[in-house]
């Protein structure tokens, strides 16, 4: 299925964000309820359309006005031919995405519960699998030209892992997105400037016993890292950026634990749409991991009236989509966060990834893109 509205013109400056993983066909059917092992069913609405971390984050960016450029792999299929053409669609740069003459593009079966409001995938992976074996050295370095910002979902690691070397070569900043990796995941991590987990990540990685102390220990471990946020879904987002500060000994010690509670209590539940959070600069202490310093901020999700919800389907797609635009855009980190859970809020809509991804002229983004920095956070000192 290829996009039906005529792609954004770019920003003035043309910032332009690259993204290296999967892009995939996701074939989405909606139920009234889940079925039962062995039970037949059937569906209330059915979707073709594309799909995967990278393609659906992409698309947002483009449809936000960036330059997006993908690195990716698929099949000469019936599905890597409707791919392609969906992204490029949306201003998508597909130029240095291969196209195998053998094996399938990878693809999606995903089953949206209208009643539950859950989304069950079950993913194929293309095959065969991109390697940097498909690319010359010099193709993947012209897919780095210009780029104001490089993005990796975890997927084919191994080419990955040679993009972001290059990218780190030209001191092109890395966003990862943690919500899976296969065995030297870690290697990427480690080259990250930015990094967006799913919510058990964190805790999982680290082995920390909370939240909070799982972000500070992420920070500890990856010295390059400038910021971590988990995206919690309708519970919205918890973010840990660090700060260098002279003389940050004169900062008082505050556990962080007890800060996240003290700007939790603080969210205003009567709101519905998306609001930030944020500490002053402290020094933030885990306990039995150490302490840096840094601002933690909360983000809330749009309260979405039951009616108007269809499906999450590639919500964290579109949040990753929205941040790499407030980075490529400088975007105040208090505006970053309500904007980015606005777009997954305006993608839950739709049926699908990508339909209900907004453009940059949505009367919904108004606020955060026609008056930059008048959304104004709520700052919150939780030492008062």
Same mark, same amino acid.
């Given at each position: /299925?290829?996009?039906?509205?005529? %792609?954004?013109?770019?920003?003035?400056?043309?910032?332009?964000?690259?993204?290296?993983?999967?892009?995939?066909?996701?074939?989405?059917?909606?139920?009234?309820?889940?079925?039962?092992?062995?039970?037949?069913?059937?569906?209330? @609405?059915?979707?073709?359309?594309?799909?995967?971390?990278?393609?659906?984050?992409?698309?947002?960016?483009?449809?936000?006005?960036? !330059?997006?450029?993908?690195?990716?792999?698929?099949?000469?299929?019936?599905?890597? !031919?409707?791919?392609?053409?969906?992204?490029?669609?949306?201003?998508?740069?597909?130029?240095?995405?291969?196209?195998?003459?053998?094996? !399938?593009?990878?693809?999606?079966?995903?089953?949206?519960?209208?009643?539950?409001?859950?989304?069950?995938?079950?993913?194929?992976?293309?095959?065969?699998?991109?390697?940097?074996?498909?690319?010359?050295?010099? &193709?993947?370095?012209? *897919?780095?030209?210009?780029?104001?910002?490089?993005?990796?979902?975890?997927?084919?690691?191994?080419?990955?892992?040679?993009?972001?070397?290059?990218?780190?070569?030209?001191?092109?900043? +890395?966003?990862?997105? *943690?919500?899976?990796?296969?065995? =030297?995941?870690?290697?990427?991590?480690?080259?990250?400037?930015?990094?967006?987990? @799913? *919510?058990?990540?964190?805790?999982?990685?680290?082995?920390?016993?909370?939240?909070?102390?799982?972000?500070? @220990?992420?920070?500890?471990?990856?010295?390059?890292?400038?910021?971590? #946020?988990?995206?919690?879904?309708?519970?919205?987002?918890?973010?840990?950026?660090?700060?260098?500060?002279?003389?940050?000994?004169?900062?008082?010690?505050?556990? #962080?634990?007890?800060?996240?509670?003290?700007?939790?209590?603080?969210?205003?539940?009567?709101?519905?749409?998306?609001?930030?959070?944020?500490?002053?600069?402290?020094?933030?202490?885990?306990?039995?991991?150490?302490?840096?310093?840094?601002?933690?901020?909360? =983000?809330?999700?749009?309260?979405?009236? %039951?009616?108007?919800? +269809?499906?999450?389907? =590639?919500?964290?797609?579109?949040?990753?989509?929205?941040?790499?635009? *407030?980075?490529?855009?400088?975007?105040?980190?208090?505006?970053?966060?309500?904007?980015?859970?606005?777009?997954?809020?305006?993608?839950? $809509?739709?049926?699908?990834? $990508? /339909?209900?991804?907004?453009?940059?002229?949505?009367? $919904?983004?108004?606020?955060?893109? =026609?008056? &930059?920095?008048?959304?104004?956070?709520?700052?919150?000192?939780? !030492?008062?």
């Amino acid at each position: /299925m290829v996009s039906s509205h005529q %792609p954004v013109p770019p920003l003035l400056g043309h910032p332009t964000v690259v993204g290296c993983g999967g892009a995939s066909m996701d074939y989405l059917v909606m139920v009234d309820d889940f079925p039962k092992p062995d039970e037949k069913i059937r569906s209330t @609405s059915y979707k073709v359309q594309g799909g995967g971390n990278v393609g659906n984050a992409l698309t947002c960016a483009a449809r936000l006005g960036l !330059r997006s450029r993908i690195i990716a792999k698929v099949a000469e299929d019936s599905e890597g !031919r409707a791919m392609l053409e969906e992204l490029e669609a949306d201003g998508v740069d597909t130029s240095f995405t291969v196209v195998s003459k053998e094996g !399938r593009s990878m693809f999606s079966y995903v089953i949206v519960d209208s009643k539950m409001k859950t989304r069950t995938a079950i993913y194929q992976p293309g095959c065969p699998p991109m390697t940097p074996d498909d690319f010359t050295v010099e &193709k993947l370095s012209s *897919a780095l030209d210009g780029a104001r910002l490089v993005y990796f979902d975890g997927l084919s690691l191994k080419t990955a892992l040679v993009v972001a070397g290059e990218a780190c070569l030209r001191n092109i900043p +890395i966003l990862v997105d *943690a919500e899976m990796g296969e065995e =030297g995941f870690d290697n990427l991590l480690n080259m990250a400037d930015y990094a967006i987990c @799913s *919510a058990k990540y964190p805790q999982a990685w680290t082995m920390a016993p909370s939240m909070p102390s799982a972000l500070v @220990s992420m920070l500890m471990r990856l010295p390059k890292l400038k910021f971590v #946020v988990v995206t919690l879904g309708e519970e919205g987002c918890i973010m840990l950026q660090r700060t260098h500060v002279a003389n940050d000994d004169k900062l008082e010690e505050i556990d #962080v634990d007890e800060c996240l509670a003290s700007l939790n209590q603080r969210k205003d539940c009567s709101v519905a749409s998306p609001t930030c959070i944020s500490s002053p600069v402290l020094k933030l202490k885990a306990r039995g991991i150490g302490s840096l310093t840094g601002r933690l901020l909360v =983000g809330t999700a749009e309260k979405i009236p %039951p009616s108007e919800l +269809i499906d999450t389907t =590639g919500a964290g797609d579109a949040f990753v989509g929205s941040v790499l635009y *407030a980075l490529c855009t400088d975007m105040p980190t208090e505006i970053m966060l309500p904007f980015a859970a606005q777009v997954a809020s305006s993608c839950c $809509r739709d049926l699908g990834a $990508r /339909m209900g991804l907004p453009h940059r002229t949505d009367p $919904r983004l108004e606020p955060f893109l =026609g008056q &930059k920095g008048k959304m104004g956070e709520t700052s919150y000192d939780p !030492r008062q």
